[in-house]
Every structure is written in structure tokens, then in C-alpha cells.
């Protein structure tokens, strides 16, 4: 019933689906669902995708309530700004493209999806994303390079509880636009700068002292 792509993942599907209904055996999971009638759910229904992200947020929002109250102690938010690329087979997905991923040393067939998780102690959870488009596949007037739609995120968000926030940012996303932008959130900035990055004064970063 899979594809050999999607089969690797059965597995964890299985363990998810006894977990939920506390069941011991994959016998237990034996019911009356259908195939087709999962993937009719999941492709051909209209999810009410506001109303999901909405929801989501607000369970997350409870959660770190809660921790930060059982930590009982001065606490800040980690906002982390970073991207990843995941390979896709399908032809006809929207927004797809073709981008280097780190994780296969290669150029892969997929989306690229620009991200922001909500960090705080150990518990990580994604916030919010964007999907990075390669400029040839859209108008010149709506593409948006990646550091851009970091921005859009860093604008948008809104702390899930009070507190003070540190972005994360590796060195693509430690540039003047996303900084800006995390400065005027009143965010505090983290991030590591490439040795030949250029600096206000000229230099380039290799050249400023420790």
C-alpha cells in the first residue's frame, strides 16, 4: 500500500498509532479504517488551516506557561532562526524547487522551508515558517531571498508568554536586515559572523579584534 519512499516510515506510523490507543500489540490496531479513506482525509478535504495553527499555538502556548511556572526562576525565550530543505518526489507540489541540501551533500528536488522554533531550557517546538521559492519560478516582484522572509518572521511573532527574547541565528541569517529587524522587536541577538563578512567601518570581520 506505500511507496518504497514512504515505506521507511511505516514503522514509526505503527508505534504512533499504539501509543495513541495504548495498545500492546499491532493486532489492537485492527479496526474498520480504510486506506482510501485516510487519504481522502488528508488530500482531498479542506482543512481549516488558520483555525489549525491557531489551535496549535495555543497549545504551546500553555505549555511553556506551565514550565516557566514550575521553574520558578528569571527565564527568556530562545527564538531560533534557521532553514531546511526537504526532498520531495512529487512533481506536481506547489512551491517546489531545486536546492543544496547539507544533510545529503547534494542538490535535491524539494522545499525549502525557512523556520522559527520557540526554544525555552530543553523544550524546543517550531513557531512559525515560510517556504523559500528559487527566483526563476516566481516574478521577479514577489520573490524573496531567504534572510527576507527571516525578517517576516522575526515581525510576526508574538512571545508566547512574556519575557525577554534571543534570536538564534546562524551566518546566513547574522546580517544587517535580520538584526534590524530583531532590534525593532526589541529582540536580542545571537549569532555567528563569517570570517569575511564586511563591517560598517571597511574591515572585514577577520580584521576586528577579540
Known amino acids: 500500500h506505500f511507496p518504497s519512499y514512504v515505506f521507511k516510515h511505516v514503522l514509526s506510523m505503527l508505534v504512533g498509532l499504539m501509543l495513541l490507543r495504548e495498545a500492546k500489540t499491532l493486532t489492537a490496531l485492527q479496526g474498520q479504517e480504510s486506506l482510501p479513506t485516510l487519504s481522502r482525509t488528508l488530500n482531498v478535504y479542506q482543512w481549516p488551516v488558520e483555525e489549525l495553527i491557531a489551535t496549535r499555538r495555543s497549545v504551546i502556548q500553555r505549555a511553556l506557561a506551565k514550565r516557566r511556572k514550575r521553574r520558578g526562576r528569571p527565564h527568556f525565550l530562545s527564538l531560533i532562526l534557521d532553514d531546511t530543505v526537504v526532498p520531495k518526489r512529487g512533481k506536481k507540489l506547489p512551491q517546489l524547487g531545486f536546492h543544496f541540501s547539507p544533510s545529503e551533500d547534494r542538490g535535491v528536488h524539494g522545499w525549502d522551508w525557512v523556520f522559527a522554533a520557540v526554544r525555552m531550557g530543553s523544550w524546543v517546538v517550531p513557531w512559525d515558517w515560510r517556504c523559500y521559492v528559487n527566483e526563476r519560478f516566481v516574478e521577479e516582484e514577489d520573490f524573496q531571498k ?65
Open 146 to 210: 531567504r534572510t527576507e522572509l527571516a525578517c517576516e518572521l522575526l515581525r510576526s511573532f508574538a512571545p508566547p508568554v512574556p519575557g525577554r527574547v534571543i534570536v538564534l541565528v546562524d551566518s546566513v541569517y547574522c546580517c544587517t536586515e535580520v538584526i534590524r529587524a530583531a532590534h525593532q522587536r526589541g529582540f536580542t541577538v545571537v549569532g555567528l559572523l563569517k570570517r569575511n563578512r564586511l563591517l560598517d567601518d571597511g574591515r572585514r570581520a577577520w580584521d576586528a579584534s577579540e
